[in-house]
Protein backbone atom coordinates (compact mmCIF):
# COMPACT_ATOMS: atom_id res chain seq x y z
CA UNK A 1 0.00 0.00 0.00
CA UNK A 2 3.09 2.66 1.03
CA UNK A 3 5.20 1.88 -1.83
CA UNK A 4 2.42 2.52 -4.14
CA UNK A 5 2.25 5.90 -3.37
CA UNK A 6 6.37 6.35 -3.12
CA UNK A 7 6.09 4.56 -6.58
CA UNK A 8 3.70 7.48 -7.63
CA UNK A 9 5.55 10.26 -6.42
CA UNK A 10 8.57 8.66 -8.09
CA UNK A 11 7.08 8.67 -11.61
CA UNK A 12 5.87 12.31 -10.59
CA UNK A 13 9.48 13.64 -10.16
CA UNK A 14 10.60 11.82 -13.13
CA UNK A 15 8.67 13.87 -15.10
CA UNK A 16 7.71 17.58 -14.29
CA UNK A 17 8.38 17.89 -10.53
CA UNK A 18 12.01 17.31 -9.74
CA UNK A 19 12.68 20.28 -7.68
CA UNK A 20 9.10 20.30 -6.03
CA UNK A 21 9.49 20.51 -1.98
CA UNK A 22 8.12 17.18 0.14
CA UNK A 23 6.09 16.62 2.96
CA UNK A 24 5.54 12.99 3.95
CA UNK A 25 3.06 11.62 6.67
CA UNK A 26 4.19 8.66 7.76
CA UNK A 27 6.94 6.20 8.48
CA UNK A 28 6.98 4.37 5.72
CA UNK A 29 6.76 6.74 2.86
CA UNK A 30 8.97 9.18 4.88
CA UNK A 31 12.07 6.25 4.65
CA UNK A 32 11.70 5.69 1.13
CA UNK A 33 11.31 9.29 0.16
CA UNK A 34 14.74 9.75 2.26
CA UNK A 35 16.69 7.33 0.38
CA UNK A 36 16.18 8.92 -3.28
CA UNK A 37 14.69 12.26 -2.79
CA UNK A 38 15.94 13.58 0.92
CA UNK A 39 17.10 16.92 -0.50
CA UNK A 40 13.71 17.17 -1.55
CA UNK A 41 12.02 16.15 1.88
CA UNK A 42 11.59 19.11 3.94
CA UNK A 43 9.60 17.48 6.42
CA UNK A 44 7.80 14.54 7.83
CA UNK A 45 5.46 13.46 10.53
CA UNK A 46 5.45 10.47 11.94
CA UNK A 47 5.50 10.17 15.66
CA UNK A 48 2.15 8.33 16.34
CA UNK A 49 0.03 8.82 13.12
CA UNK A 50 -1.52 5.50 12.03
CA UNK A 51 -1.81 3.68 15.35
CA UNK A 52 -5.03 5.55 16.29
CA UNK A 53 -8.22 6.86 14.40
CA UNK A 54 -6.75 10.26 12.87
CA UNK A 55 -8.77 13.17 13.66
CA UNK A 56 -9.24 16.91 12.28
CA UNK A 57 -7.14 17.94 14.85
CA UNK A 58 -4.37 16.19 13.74
CA UNK A 59 -4.80 17.30 10.06
CA UNK A 60 -4.66 21.12 11.72
CA UNK A 61 -1.47 20.77 13.19
CA UNK A 62 -0.16 18.79 10.66
CA UNK A 63 -0.95 21.95 8.44
CA UNK A 64 0.01 24.77 10.64
CA UNK A 65 3.51 23.10 10.36
CA UNK A 66 3.47 22.75 6.70
CA UNK A 67 2.48 26.36 6.50
CA UNK A 68 5.26 27.32 9.03
CA UNK A 69 7.75 26.13 6.28
CA UNK A 70 7.02 27.80 3.20
CA UNK A 71 4.14 28.99 1.39
CA UNK A 72 3.68 26.79 -1.17
CA UNK A 73 2.92 27.50 -4.62
CA UNK A 74 0.62 24.45 -5.14
CA UNK A 75 -0.25 21.63 -2.84
CA UNK A 76 -0.51 17.80 -4.35
CA UNK A 77 -2.00 15.22 -1.89
CA UNK A 78 -1.23 11.63 -2.65
CA UNK A 79 -2.88 9.11 -0.91
CA UNK A 80 -4.29 5.64 -1.16
CA UNK A 81 -8.10 5.57 -2.15
CA UNK A 82 -10.27 2.09 -1.70
CA UNK A 83 -11.12 0.20 -4.15
CA UNK A 84 -11.60 -3.04 -2.79
CA UNK A 85 -10.97 -5.10 0.16
CA UNK A 86 -7.68 -6.25 -1.69
CA UNK A 87 -7.09 -3.46 -3.70
CA UNK A 88 -5.85 0.39 -3.39
CA UNK A 89 -5.48 2.92 -5.86
CA UNK A 90 -3.23 6.04 -5.41
CA UNK A 91 -4.73 9.22 -6.72
CA UNK A 92 -3.03 12.56 -6.37
CA UNK A 93 -5.71 15.56 -4.83
CA UNK A 94 -4.61 19.17 -5.72
CA UNK A 95 -5.69 21.39 -3.06
CA UNK A 96 -6.77 24.97 -4.39
CA UNK A 97 -4.31 27.64 -4.22
CA UNK A 98 -4.63 30.92 -2.87
CA UNK A 99 -5.39 32.59 -6.38
CA UNK A 100 -7.72 29.49 -7.86
CA UNK A 101 -9.41 30.78 -4.67
CA UNK A 102 -9.57 34.09 -4.77
CA UNK A 103 -10.72 33.82 -8.66
CA UNK A 104 -13.28 31.56 -8.00
CA UNK A 105 -16.54 32.91 -8.84
CA UNK A 106 -18.27 31.36 -6.03
CA UNK A 107 -16.23 33.08 -3.52
CA UNK A 108 -17.48 36.59 -5.00
CA UNK A 109 -20.85 35.25 -4.87
CA UNK A 110 -20.93 34.68 -1.17
CA UNK A 111 -19.41 38.41 -0.77
CA UNK A 112 -16.21 37.11 1.68
CA UNK A 113 -15.13 40.31 4.04
CA UNK A 114 -12.21 40.69 6.08
CA UNK A 115 -9.49 40.69 3.74
CA UNK A 116 -5.79 38.81 3.40
CA UNK A 117 -6.50 37.36 7.12
CA UNK A 118 -9.94 35.77 6.39
CA UNK A 119 -8.11 34.35 3.12
CA UNK A 120 -5.27 32.61 5.09
CA UNK A 121 -7.72 31.35 7.20
CA UNK A 122 -9.70 30.00 4.23
CA UNK A 123 -6.44 28.47 2.78
CA UNK A 124 -5.23 27.03 5.92
CA UNK A 125 -9.13 25.41 6.53
CA UNK A 126 -9.01 23.85 3.33
CA UNK A 127 -5.74 22.05 3.39
CA UNK A 128 -6.59 20.83 6.72
CA UNK A 129 -9.83 19.48 5.42
CA UNK A 130 -7.74 18.26 2.13
CA UNK A 131 -5.65 15.86 4.47
CA UNK A 132 -8.26 14.83 6.85
CA UNK A 133 -10.34 13.52 3.64
CA UNK A 134 -7.39 11.95 2.13
Known sequence: IHSSIFR??????QTDSANASVVAI????RSQLARMY??????????GLGTSIPTFNDAAN????ILKMEKPDQITIFYNQFKSVIAYETVPMVVPSEDSIKGSETL???GVEGGDETMDNLLEYNLANSIYWA
Open 8 to 13: TMRARF
Open 26 to 29: GDKV
Open 38 to 47: GTNLVGAFTG
Open 62 to 65: ITAE
Open 108 to 110: AFY
